[in-house]
């Protein structure tokens, strides 16, 4: 199939190129992001291959069926970014990643809480200027620490192993428990009693109208002073307000996000030389304890490969008409940010 790739970063096009030695589509990458702007770029292309801030709104949608496209395959687990009644009502199927490397995101969740904890942000710039003094870079063993996983399903599990590993209490909160967490010692509990009981929280839930701002000033209030909070999940999970409250009374100790509620303003670009609009993105900056990655979880060889892999396979699949393939139903319409960004 002739696929255009928009929003293509370079690694995204070896990722892709690699995986097409077994597929043989003729794929076209565009730098720039899907908009009502560049739709256009998709003339005389059979898919489009979008990432997750490309632009999928119904005129957009409604544009590519005009310029003869008839697979949307995505990029990404997400889809909450597709107009899906308008491509379906243009006859455009739209396929997506359903699962790729849980141990990518598991393992950048114990990253973030390795580096805060022990301060490797902040001693490696210290060193770097010949500072070695280690006033401020005291930290704690990990052995013995309860951490509490919301969320047990692929990389909640996948965490817990890491965590079994280190010798941590596992307190995990989950509404249809894993016996495999289970049999790593797990105990499940109520959220509320996971908030009050743990010294170090892990959120690895998905985002719906139930779980936003899970993390919020009343539960908060519940954890013990000091406490450790990490998101790589979603960022509209936790009230980034109220968190910043916690960090500036002590409630919060260290906070390491991977995500942000209003990232798609931020993250994927180098906007290095722009000045940062986001007074609360940079209220959060300014913590000592505070760790921010750009939605980077997901990043890891593994998974680009197995991501690429699977959108590639999408579009023979959906060529080949055997309809093995990881479609998108209307029915699977999910709330804004629900599956989100990756
Ligand atoms: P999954 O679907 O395998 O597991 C999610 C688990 O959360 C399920 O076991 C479900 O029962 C549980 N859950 C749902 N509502 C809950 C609640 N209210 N309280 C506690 N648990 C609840 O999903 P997977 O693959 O483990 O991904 C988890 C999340 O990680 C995704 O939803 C996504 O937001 C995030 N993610 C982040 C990436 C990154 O690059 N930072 C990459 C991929 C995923």
Do not use: W
Request: include cysteine; aromatic fraction near 8%; glycine fraction near 10%.
């Amino acid at each position: 199939m002739k696929i255009a790739v928009f929003s293509t970063k370079p690694y995204d096009r070896v990722a892709l190129d690699q995986a097409n030695e077994n597929h043989g589509h003729t794929l076209s990458y565009f730098e720039s992001r899907l908009t009502p702007n560049t739709v256009s770029l998709a003339n005389g292309f059979d898919a489009v291959c979008p990432f997750v801030n490309d632009n999928l709104s119904a005129p957009v949608v409604e544009k590519l069926a005009e310029a003869g496209v008839r697979l949307l395959t995505l990029r990404s687990a997400g889809f909450n970014h597709v107009d899906l009644g308008s491509a379906h009502a243009h006859g455009i199927e739209v396929s997506r990643v359903p699962a790729y490397s849980p141990h990518a995101v598991a393992e950048h969740a114990m990253a973030l809480i390795l580096t805060l904890n022990r301060k490797l942000h902040r001693a490696h710039a210290r060193v770097r200027e010949g500072n070695f003094s280690l006033d401020g870079l005291l930290g704690f063993d990990l052995h013995g620490k309860s951490v509490g996983v919301v969320g047990t399903g692929k990389i909640g599990t996948a965490f817990c192993k890491i965590l079994a590993g280190f010798g941590c209490e596992i307190v995990a909160h989950d509404p249809v428990p894993s016996e495999e967490v289970r049999a790593l010692g797990a105990r499940y509990v109520e959220f509320d009693t996971l908030l009050s009981s743990v010294d170090i929280v892990a959120l690895h839930l998905p985002l719906t109208p139930d779980t936003y701002h899970l993390i919020d000033s009343r539960g908060l209030a519940q954890m013990r002073d000091g406490v450790m909070l990490i998101n790589t999940s979603r960022g509209a999970l936790v009230d980034t307000r109220a968190v910043i409250e916690g960090l500036k009374s002590g409630r919060i100790g260290a906070l390491g996000l991977d995500v942000y509620e209003e990232e798609g303003d931020l993250f994927f670009e180098d906007l290095s030389n722009t000045v940062i609009q986001d007074d609360v993105f940079a209220r959060l900056l300014t913590f000592p304890n505070v760790l921010i990655t750009g939605h980077q979880g997901f990043f890891t060889e593994e998974a680009l490969a197995s991501i690429a892999e699977t959108t590639l396979h999408n579009a023979s699949a959906f060529e080949r008409g055997t309809g093995d393939f990881h479609r998108v139903a209307l029915t699977e319409v999910t709330p804004q940010g629900a599956t989100g960004q990756d």
